[in-house]
């Protein structure tokens, strides 16, 4: 099992470029999660998703957006790359049920900077 | 809503030395889980250890262990023995039982071990 994976793992955008982060869990989880990691910020929930074909708003979801058409993947797009968005993002993926129920497993991130 | 709070940016302890990370929260729930994670230079983010909040038992896992004062909504992390693979960044983390799974978390303590 290869777990939690993200593509790709650095990249490099100027401001107002469009791009897409893909996570692809093989773990048969319901529940998928984005996350964005600023230093001094701990981490926190851009968008999530409890099904294929659902997503929902997390803390922090302006300026992105979200799909998750299956189950396996849960995809993560700037439509117009801002500095702001300069970040570590990290996707999760979990499972509702007996415990340890809803353990988050994470993939291994990648660094977005916006110029 | 939840919130976490790590007061301590950073720390430091010589090897083999004990060290004690603090975290406290606030939860309107009555049902729900805390968590330490540790993330290394590699960035990954590993999770360390694990507390039901109806269990009233501290939880361990070998040299990692936690002092849960629910009425103080206190969840400090003791690492005894520490070595030098325990430098990381530490995470202390909640997850209410009714929220589909959804982390928070504080901003991070780093520690340093020193040889």
Sequence with gaps: NAGVTQTPKFRVLKTGQSMTLLCAQDMNHEYMYWYRQDPGMGLRLIHYSVGEGTTAK??????????????????LGLESAAP?????????????????????YFGPGTRLTVT | AQTVTQSQPEMSVQEAETVTLS?????SENNYYLFWYKQPPSRQMILVIRQE????????????????????KSFSLKISDSQLGDTAMYFCAIRGGSTLGRLYFGRGTQLTVWP
């Design chain 2, 53 to 72: 909040a109806y269990k009233q038992q501290n939880a361990t896992e070998n040299r990692f262990s936690v002092n849960f004062q629910k009425a103080a």
């Design chain 1, 84 to 104: 702001s968005q300069t970040s570590v993002y990290f996707c999760a993926s979990s499972t509702p049920g007996r415990e340890p129920a809803y353990e988050q």
């Design chain 2, 23 to 27: 975290c406290t929260y606030d939860t």
């Design chain 1, 58 to 75: 997390g803390e922090v979801p302006d300026g992105y957006n979200v799909s998750r058409l299956k189950k396996q993947n849960f995809l």
